[in-house]
């Protein structure tokens, strides 16, 4: 809207406001204070994840939400958004989910848009070429209030990424290892782009589960450069342009590509071909190591110390074939369609070992009824998984879904933190593959020994 | 909000890096719908046992850190999710600067909008104070000082709009409303 000044930060307009019920609670209550309205509506979309439990019997079944803090937040978003005006996907919608799955499902997130979130995963949605990242709740006024956010310019990032990932290494591996080499204070002050033959190769749930980890390395946002993957994506979608608006968007969209031989502040290279499954072994997702490798050696380091006894690792030690009592597969990095799909791809005909709990749980409702079309839910509930409503679930240990305090979990979500599963537990990341490898044998396993 | 000029106060060290907002404040206290009360829960996972005592050993349970206004902590303090909830519990804890040699960038946006200074130093200075709890510090925003009791004088950086803003308690709600002229005529065009 308007530009940086030395005094003064851009003014950048918004044009998709996506909140839920967790961050958006006390920017209506400044609203209320301030006495201004929402002043565009129809750029904003709300929905529930984060609090929301994903047992059916709480959403469908008329059991009360076992949190009753949470319920309250629900019945709060839900008063807000019809005060306000504001197009609610609530506890029954069929379009409900997570707020980065939906955005994507729905054909809202287009390329070239600015997409805001009071959610640091928000940087999922730059997968289709958007600048989109996460925002705190006073932002969430800013924006409902005026539609705009005071910014400064980012420097920029570029990850390089050259050759093929080979069978069994998935687009989380990806990402893992990228975290890996940048660390998880690299991309500060950056939005990263994806580029190169590896990212062109990547589907777009795929390109999700990229640009969705750029926060945990740091950066705000991560974006790819829309391609024909991306239209194809797009065409299909209920919310995205239609008849001769579409032919316009197209136009405008092929514009948007970086460059050729455009100057970035950074970059980083790497070489698809050279990686495998990855997995973290620590306490923040740079604690990362092939699934072959193991935990490094001791080294003269607090952080390191304190990782090692909080997951109760000692230094050196091979990260395969350790014991794991909870396996999840969801949350807005893991839990598209294609999650689904390769996870259940692999259990089909097995069982999860004795003793370990397996929670799938779909990124949407969407995403929900599609792979229930296909049988996956099936595939898992025979393999002895529990099949759940849509939801952030054990991502975050905020809406009845944890891991139990001591616990090992290998989990597909994004945050390996102390506690962020829950107080105590000790969260593992990795793929969906490894996951579904890993809910068989009931230890780490690379999941190419069972492909 | 409250303007924020000058700052005089003994530290709290965290030497920890990499503090990630899930420990500043885990998620299962953010099932609220207000701002009020978090700093019960600041940090309380490492400030509590299972069964909700204080650890006797962890440095906000220790007298000397009551009143402590400025928290030192390790490399990329605030890392990880966006919740606001992390400056609202430091905040309400008592806690008016933060500082270290990196600070995640959305829980530095989300401090300045309430009031909590970011206060980013090199790595001297830093290691002088993760050696030295308890040091009495002097913050002075128009100038962008530190000051240690060393004497030491140490700038730090700000982005003026901010400085501008917590300095004179401007809030950007209201600078943002007042634009809202070019707003319209932004979306006229658009």
Not at chain 1, 33 to 58: C, F, K, N, W, Y
Not at chain 1, 424 to 443: E, N, Q, W
Not at chain 2, 84 to 113: C, M, Q, Y
């Amino acid at each position: 809207m308007a530009p940086e000044t030395p005094a003064t930060p851009a003014v950048l307009y918004v044009d998709l406001h996506l909140i839920h019920e967790v961050t958006s609670p006390q920017a209506f209550a400044l609203l209320r204070e301030r006495g201004v309205s929402v002043r565009r509506p129809e750029l904003t979309l709300a929905t529930m994840d984060h609090s929301t439990p994903t047992r059916t019997a709480q959403i469908f079944g008329g059991a009360p939400i076992a949190i009753e803090s949470a319920a309250r937040q629900i019945r709060e978003l839900e008063v807000n958004c019809a005060q306000f005006g504001v197009e609610l996907l609530g506890l029954t919608s069929e379009l409900r989910g997570i707020v980065h799955v939906i955005g994507p499902d729905l054909g809202l997130t287009q390329p070239g848009k600015t997409i805001v979130c009071g959610d640091s995963h928000t940087s999922t949605h730059g997968a289709v070429g958007a600048l989109a990242f996460g925002i705190g709740t006073t932002e969430v006024a800013h924006v409902l209030a005026t539609q705009c956010l005071l910014q400064r310019k980012p420097r920029t990032l570029a990850v390089e990424v050259e050759g093929a990932l080979q069978a069994g290494v998935t687009a989380k591996d990806l990402i893992l290892a990228i975290i890996g080499r940048l660390g998880v204070a690299g991309g500060t002050g950056h939005v990263i782009e994806y580029r190169g033959a590896a990212i062109r190769a990547l589907d777009m749930d795929e390109r999700m589960t990229v640009c969705n980890m750029s926060i945990e390395a740091g950066a705000r946002a991560g974006m790819i450069a829309p391609d024909e993957t991306t239209y194809e994506y797009l065409a299909a979608r209920p919310r995205a342009p239609k008849g001769a608006a579409w032919e316009r968007s197209l136009a405008a969209w092929r514009a948007l590509p970086t460059d050729s031989g455009a100057r970035f502040d950074r970059e980083l290279r790497l070489d698809a071909g050279d990686l495998e499954p990855m997995i973290t072994w620590g306490t923040n997702p740079g604690m990362v190591v092939p699934i072959s490798g193991a935990i490094p050696e001791q080294r003269a380091d607090a952080a390191f110390a304190r990782a090692l006894s909080y997951m109760g690792f000692e230094a050196g030690q091979p990260i395969k074939d350790q014991p794991v009592n909870v396996v999840f597969l969801g949350s807005c990095t893991n839990a598209r369609l294609s999650d689904l799909r390769s996870a259940a791809g692999l259990l089909r005909g097995r069982r999860i070992a004795r003793g370990l709990t397996m929670l799938v749980v779909p990124g949407s409702q969407q995403v929900k009824r599609q792979a229930e079309a296909e049988g996956l839910d099936r595939v898992f509930i025979e393999a002895g998984a529990e099949w759940r409503e849509s939801g952030c679930s054990m991502c975050l240990g905020m809406n009845g879904d944890t891991v139990p305090r001591g616990e090992y979990a290998v989990s597909t979500s994004n945050r390996n933190f102390e506690g962020r599963q829950g107080a105590g537990a000790r969260t593992l990341l990795a793929s969906p593959l490894t996951a579904a490898a890993t809910a068989v044998r009931g230890r780490v396993t690379d999941p190419r020994e069972l492909l | 909000m409250e303007p924020f000029t000058t700052l005089i106060s003994r530290t709290v060290v965290l030497p920890a890096t990499d503090i990630d907002t899930d420990q500043i404040i885990p998620a299962r206290f953010l099932t609220t719908t207000t701002r009020a009360g978090l700093g019960t829960h600041l940090f309380a996972d490492w400030r509590y046992d299972e069964r909700g005592a204080p650890r006797p050993d962890f440095v906000l349970n220790r007298p000397e850190s009551a009143g402590c206004r400025i928290l030192v902590a390790g490399r990329n303090f605030g890392c990880g999710s966006s919740r606001e909830h992390a400056p609202w519990a430091l905040l309400d804890h008592g806690f008016r600067a933060v500082v270290s040699t990196g600070i995640a960038d959305i829980f530095r946006n989300n401090s300045l909008k309430n009031g909590l200074l970011p206060v980013i130093v090199d790595e001297a200075t830093s290691g002088w104070l993760l050696e030295h709890p308890g040091a009495e510090l002097s913050v002075d925003l128009a100038a962008g000082i530190l000051g240690l009791p060393t004497g030491g004088r140490v700038s730090f950086p700000i982005e003026a709009f901010a400085r501008h803003c917590l300095l004179n308690g401007v809030d950007e709600l209201g600078y943002l409303l007042s634009r809202s002229g070019e707003i319209e005529a932004y979306e006229r065009r658009a």
